[in-house]
């Protein structure tokens, strides 16, 4: 089984046999009608994640960014593999998250003291 994504119906699966690496799209309105787009590396290339990517790992490597992302099944060389269903993982918005570390995915324990501090402050 997958320890990341899910299929369209919401069940865990399994990655094929072949798959390697896994390209990243994402669904701009998940809730409407449309396809998705693509998601680039800092370079401006496809992003691709390892097949065994865990969740924290994949919300750092795309950068936290809430949404709704379709991840198609690749062979090594990035090839799409034939037949191999995509899966998908959701990153929701959380309204009360404590900030995040961009350099290590982590809560910012500075942040959070700010905030505190702030919130006092105001009262």
Request: hydrophobic residues 40%.
């Amino acid at each position: 089984m997958s320890p990341l994504a899910f299929d369209k119906q919401g069940k865990p699966f399994s990655w094929h046999t072949r798959t390697a690496k896994l390209r990243v799209r994402l669904f701009r309105t998940p809730s409407s009608r449309g396809t998705c787009s693509q998601v680039l590396d800092s370079v401006g290339n496809p992003q691709f994640v390892d097949a065994n990517i865990d969740y924290p790992e994949f919300r750092r490597v795309v950068g936290n960014v809430p949404a709704l992302y379709r991840l198609d099944q690749c062979d090594d060389d990035g090839v799409e593999i034939d037949g191999a269903s995509p899966g998908y993982v959701l990153i929701e918005q959380l309204l009360n998250a404590a900030p995040v570390d961009d350099a290590h995915g982590d809560v910012s324990a500075l942040a959070v003291i700010g905030r505190l501090f702030a919130t006092q402050e105001a009262a």
